[in-house]
């Protein structure tokens, strides 16, 4: 069986920035232990699979471990291939989901994703999380990601994890979000997932579903520019609109080939 494979950069305009993720199209699904080598063998944060179902099409993500709920940055790079790559004519593709329907308008190059508002609400610190920071938090939130809130942009470039220690929580399907103002950005942010085979997420866009109605509360404004501000570095143009959260970006293709299944 051959299938193509298409990765990308999500995030970003520049190769090798943003977040990797990998776009596999399927004409029928796989069965679910086939879809979790393929994301296993790719060895990229996530893998995106599709399947078109007349006016939506059928997306599911997986890392190399387990399958998420939700992820923005293979959710934009999907939409990236499908317009850029494959000829999708529609300038809104309309995706169904474990979190619903979820829609991608394509504007002046940018993706703009519809996704679900995550507030965050007041929580405890478990032990484990606190060990393993190398700086400890001002205030900490929950939804589905712990959300780390910190003084300055400094303590956030700086945050190291014991991941011996760390990876003695298990989240899933969840992780831990570091965040506090930017300098140059109305905030930024790190995300890191305990006992993932890539501990540090370069660009999370599912997490800005929790970071947007925060900050947005925060700073009093609905129209935020966000930087994640991993080694890859990632840039994101958010909204926050109540219920549903927009959170947009570029993208860049870095490869194009093909999967030979026996």
């Given at each position: 069986?051959k299938?193509n494979?298409y990765?990308i950069?999500a995030f970003?305009?520049k ?11 399927l004409?029928?699904w796989l069965?679910d232990?086939m ?6 063998e790719?060895?990229v944060?996530e893998?995106?699979f ?9 997306l ?15 959710t934009?790079?999907?939409a990236?291939?499908?317009k850029?790559i ?6 809104k593709?309309v995706f169904?989901t ?6 991608v308008?394509?504007e002046?190059g940018?993706?703009?994703?519809d996704f679900p508002?995550r507030?965050p ?6 032990a ?5 920071i ?9 939804s ?18 014991d991941r011996?220690?760390?990876?003695q ?8 979000i570091?965040t506090?103002k930017?300098?140059?950005s109305d905030?930024v ?6 006992q993932a085979?890539?501990?540090?997420d370069?660009?999370t866009g599912?997490?800005?579903c929790s ?6 509360g925060?700073l009093n404004?609905k129209?935020?520019y966000?930087?994640q501000v ?7 143009f958010?909204e926050?609109r109540?219920e549903?959260?927009t ?9 194009i080939?093909n999967?030979?299944?026996e």
């Amino acid at each position: 069986m051959k299938l193509n494979l298409y990765q990308i950069d999500a995030f970003t305009e520049k190769t090798f920035g943003g977040n990797q993720a990998c776009v596999v199209p399927l004409e029928e699904w796989l069965s679910d232990e086939m879809l979790l080598k393929i994301a296993n063998e790719n060895a990229v944060a996530e893998t995106a699979f599709f399947v078109e179902k007349g006016k939506k099409i059928h997306l599911r993500w997986f890392t190399p471990e387990i399958e998420m709920d939700l992820c923005g940055h293979a959710t934009l790079a999907t939409a990236h291939c499908l317009k850029q790559i494959l000829g999708h004519k529609s300038d809104k593709i309309v995706f169904e989901t474990l979190s619903g329907d979820l829609t991608v308008a394509v504007e002046n190059g940018l993706y703009k994703m519809d996704f679900p508002s995550r507030m965050p609400l007041k929580a405890n610190l478990p032990a484990v999380i606190e060990n393993a920071i190398s700086i400890k938090p001002k205030e900490v939130f929950k939804s589905r990601d712990y959300v780390l809130v910190y003084d300055n942009e400094s303590q956030i470039r700086n945050i190291t994890v014991d991941r011996q220690i760390f990876d003695q929580i298990n989240l899933d399907p969840g992780g831990v979000i570091v965040t506090a103002k930017g300098d140059k950005s109305d905030f930024v942010s790190r995300f890191f997932t305990p006992q993932a085979s890539i501990l540090e997420d370069p660009v999370t866009g599912s997490a800005h579903c929790s970071l947007i109605p925060f900050w947005a509360g925060r700073l009093n404004k609905k129209e935020l520019y966000a930087l994640q501000v991993s080694e890859r570095l990632g840039e994101l143009f958010c909204e926050d609109r109540g219920e549903r959260v927009t959170i947009s970006g570029r993208a860049k293709t870095y490869s194009i080939g093909n999967i030979w299944i026996e």
